[in-house]
């Protein structure tokens, strides 16, 4: 990954969540699984702005890129409009491909009551059958310091780390992945600001110090 000029580029791959082309079927949970689980949904709607998820992530994933380029990244997104139908394992695999540094999965959250607020992660947890130890602690480092950086950013609340092991996104990457949930969408006030200019330049801040923060980890 260092040229022959003595220069590493880093590897990020973007995977804005689901999409408004939804893919169907199953799927394994991870490699040689017998469980199965569905390849994608069609995700949540903004209760206030009435605007789907699929379209943030997409945004804020394109934002994103451009900034990361200049900080001298190679950005890959798994998708780059929101016509394409992907499953999680595909979405990995792409990642998987790339041999990439970091893997960020961009979703936003919804529960039944409009109070919830902040912003989570969601990495493996040590007990995964799918991924060794060493990058289940790459994959919570990522996690953490993705987290971290956008609460700093935005000004959010910080929810927590959730580590679980029933993603088929997170199980199926061989490379160091997290999936932050921005923000919920269920509530009114942050669908709001999700969707507005000036914080979505936060967000994307939070995000881009989150993976130079991991990236450059001693």
């Not at 880093?10 to 999409?19: Q, R």
């Not at 040590?126 to 950086?149: P, T």
């Not at 199980?171 to 969707?195: A, C, F, H």
């Amino acid at each position: 990954k260092i040229d022959r000029n003595g220069i590493w580029t880093p590897i990020v791959v973007l995977d804005a969540g689901h999409s408004a082309n939804v893919a169907r079927g199953y799927e394994p949970l991870g490699p040689g699984s017998s469980e199965q689980k569905a390849k994608d949904n069609s995700g949540t709607d903004g209760v206030a702005t009435g605007v789907p998820e699929y379209v943030l992530p997409l945004n804020m994933a394109k934002k994103l890129q451009t900034t990361l380029k200049k900080q001298g990244c190679k950005v890959i997104l798994t998708r780059k409009n929101n016509r394409t139908a992907l499953s999680c394992a595909q979405r990995a695999r792409i990642a998987n491909k790339a041999k990439a540094d970091a893997y960020l999965r961009i979703h936003a959250n919804a529960v039944d009551f409009s109070s919830a607020n902040g912003a989570l992660t969601i990495s493996v947890s040590r007990r995964n059958r799918f991924i060794g130890s060493k990058m289940v602690k790459k994959c919570y480092a990522l996690s953490k310091a993705v987290l971290d950086s956008y609460v700093k950013a935005t000004g959010c609340r910080r929810e927590y780390i959730w580590e679980n092991d029933t993603m088929s996104g997170n199980n199926w990457s061989k490379v160091p992945t997290t999936l932050i949930e921005l923000g919920y969408m269920s509530n009114p006030g942050e669908d709001r600001k999700m969707q507005s200019a000036s914080y979505q330049k936060k967000m994307v801040k939070g995000l881009s110090d989150g993976i130079r923060r991991f990236l450059t980890a001693k």
